[in-house]
């Protein structure tokens, strides 16, 4: 990669995993809550494209205290009050997370890949705040993955969007229908609040049984062609 790094701070720990030919797109895959950038690369490597970058953000706050597991330090995009959709939220700390995401899509422009070959992703807490970036963001991207996730700050759009540049962006949304944690009726939800945010053909939701608060292979298969069509090789 060219340019400096360090002027990016997530950058400056994430795991970077390069194309093996000329790079021409980049994936910005968010981690969720407790989590690292390593487990993701490598199930994401598995699926990988050789003209696609994939970046592994690690959290620009190592360690924050969490509210909903008893305030202890953990690593966290923000902190989480709760997992249901009346939830209090974070909104200073999503606002500055998305920020922080939204510098590395910059770089990534003046270091040759466009916004609009720029797809982010993210699981959970991660797919939460690639969701909310996207939505936010002035530039085209290419598109966004949000597995087992929600919307955050779901009552400010879509007046929080009004500014965006992808009111036609595809999004592939996937949930397990047993998933404890975050239950798919809150990904259901938040589908379809994202088809009065987007262009509702644009969404697309899928559901996997018996798949708890995790991935499967059919999910990452489904990734995997999502990428492919929305990031050709050019």
Known sequence: MCGNNMSVPLLAEAVTVSGTEKETAAVIFLHGLGDSGHGWADAMTAIR????????CPFLEPRIPVTLNMKMTMPSWFDLMGLSPDSPEDEAGIKRAAENIKAIIDHEAKNG???NRVLLGGFSQGGALSLYTALTCQQQLAGVVALSCWLPLHKSFPQAASASGNKDMPILQCHGEMDPMIPVQFGAMTAEKLK???NPQKITFRTYP???HS???QEMAAVKEFIEKQLPRI
């Open 196 to 198: 009065v945010i987007v």
């Open 113 to 115: 890949i466009p916004a």
């Open 215 to 217: 991935s499967c292979p």
């Open 210 to 212: 018996g798949l708890m």
């Open 49 to 56: 494209l050789p003209h696609v970058k994939y970046i592994f």
